[in-house]
């Protein structure tokens, strides 16, 4: 069982006359909760322990103290080796100002509280604003985080298209985040920075982020593009994107819809799919010290699981059901019957119909395709080839800028096997805001 420890937090009810008054406008995107305290596995697996309860918050003046163990969240029972995964949806989705029903264990004793709860934290900076937006996207909200130089502006910008995953883009508990340290960078040189909540990931409205397909997460991507090309502060004509991941495949697809200043892609994706899965577990496998011919071996099952899923169109849980061998390779790969790497089927499935990389035809504005050299789910090879695609059509529009002793969140990290080891955990590489920043400023 993971001991992974989770952060969850919920703050006391001394903000709660400001979440009233944020309630009280019509098109506010209601806050989510906090509730102050770290969340572990519990030994027995029959709740959520509390590992250590944060000051001054919501868990704090209702008595939860380290070594107690939450029961239940509301109605939601906590049992199981999935227990605190749980623990953390349930409290993700409730809003600041609600009263929530929390069964609490203290060594014998089972109590029944109720919390009301306040807002998250939100992100500051003592050298310019940070804006909380909303974006409607068909009808649901989604929340946008902006940072804006001080002045009135109109400011150049860019728009940030975070990977696959479906974490949060807000980082307030942690000022040395990758992120707000790579935007941070951008808005002290004069940008204004904007970044979404994809579809029901922390204030965003909508059903679950893992169930969201590709076409429906290019569509929210799009809503914000044209959002900030309203915002008074934003010099429209001077918008740049920055696709991280997964986002330098979204980046193409809006720029080709949508005029842009250029589009900057850091550790994309521009292979067929089939390929892609093949050479990044073959990469990742040797990383690992795994001999030639279990590598092999291994490539062998990728590659018949992959014809099925991308090829015959198959679910996850219809691969599994013919061959249940498939039963361990899916699991490890964040998978169950209707998902892989943490996201539905259908959006695997879709981003194949794309043919990577011909998005990249349809591009005619300026472009950095940017590589780490520690970078370990990138492949190298696609980063120039797609520089290659653009310029065939447009001349000397496309440049292809290696970096070295970079990863693939921006890490230090002289390898990619120390990069691998870190987690991509090691500290901040400025060279992906200096010299992203030259190429935006020759613009």
């Not at 109605?75 to 409290?91: E, F, I, R, T, Y």
């Not at 690992?288 to 011919?293: A, C, K, S, V």
């Not at 992959?306 to 390779?329: H, K, S, V, Y």
């Amino acid at each position: 069982m993971s001991r992974v420890t989770y952060s969850v937090v919920i703050t006391a009810a001394l903000t709660l006359a400001f979440s009233a008054f944020a309630a009280a406008a019509s098109n506010e995107l209601p806050r989510r909760g906090f509730l102050g305290a770290a969340l572990g596995p519990e030994e027995s697996e029959r709740g959520v322990k509390v590992m250590e309860v944060f000051p001054e918050t919501s868990a704090c003046y209702a008595g939860i103290e380290a070594g107690d163990v939450l029961q239940k969240i509301g109605s939601v029972q906590l049992l199981g080796p999935d227990a605190v995964k749980h623990a953390v949806a349930s409290l993700g989705a409730q809003k600041a100002g609600e009263a929530l029903l929390l069964t609490v264990t203290k060594g014998t004793y089972t109590s029944h509280m109720t919390i009301e709860l306040s807002e998250y934290p939100r992100e500051s900076h003592a050298d310019f604003e940070t804006i909380y937006d909303a974006v409607d996207v068909n009808g649901a909200l989604h929340r946008a985080i902006i940072t804006k130089p001080a002045g009135d502006g109109p400011f150049p910008t860019v728009y940030y298209i975070q990977g696959l995953g479906c974490s949060s883009v807000e980082a307030p508990n942690n000022p040395d985040h990758p992120t707000r340290q790579l935007l941070n960078g951008f808005t002290k040189d004069g940008y204004v920075t904007f970044r979404m909540e994809k579809r029901g990931v922390g204030d965003s409205e909508g059903a679950p982020c893992s169930e969201l397909d590709f076409t429906t997460e290019r569509a929210g991507y799009a809503s914000g593009l044209a959002h900030l090309k309203t915002l008074s502060y934003v010099n429209a004509d001077k918008v740049f994107l920055f696709g991280h991941s997964m986002g330098g495949v979204f980046a193409p697809l809006l720029a080709a819809d949508d005029p842009v200043a250029g589009v900057i892609v850091y550790g994309t994706i521009a292979a067929p799919l089939h390929e892609y899965f093949e050479v990044n577990e073959a990469r990742q496998m040797r990383l690992r010290g795994l001999g030639e011919e279990n590598v092999e071996k291994s490539l062998e099952l990728v590659r018949e699981f992959n014809n099925q899923l991308l090829t015959a169109r198959e679910t996850p849980g219809e691969i599994m059901e013919a061959n249940p061998r498939f039963r361990a390779f899916v699991n490890i790969r964040d998978g169950d019957q209707t998902h892989l790497y943490g996201r539905h089927y259908s959006f695997w499935h879709q981003l194949d119909d794309l043919s990577l990389p011909s998005p990249w035809d349809n591009v005619n504005v300026p472009v950095l395709a940017v590589w780490g050299q520690s970078d370990v789910p990138a492949t190298r090879d696609d980063h120039p080839a797609l520089v290659a695609i653009v310029n065939e059509n447009h001349p000397g529009t496309a440049t292809y800028l290696e970096l070295p002793n970079i990863g693939h969140g921006f890490d230090t990290a002289a390898t990619m096997k120390e990069s691998l080891d870190n987690h991509s955990n090691g500290p901040f590489n400025e060279v992906i805001v200096t010299d992203t920043l030259a190429w935006m400023n020759a613009r």
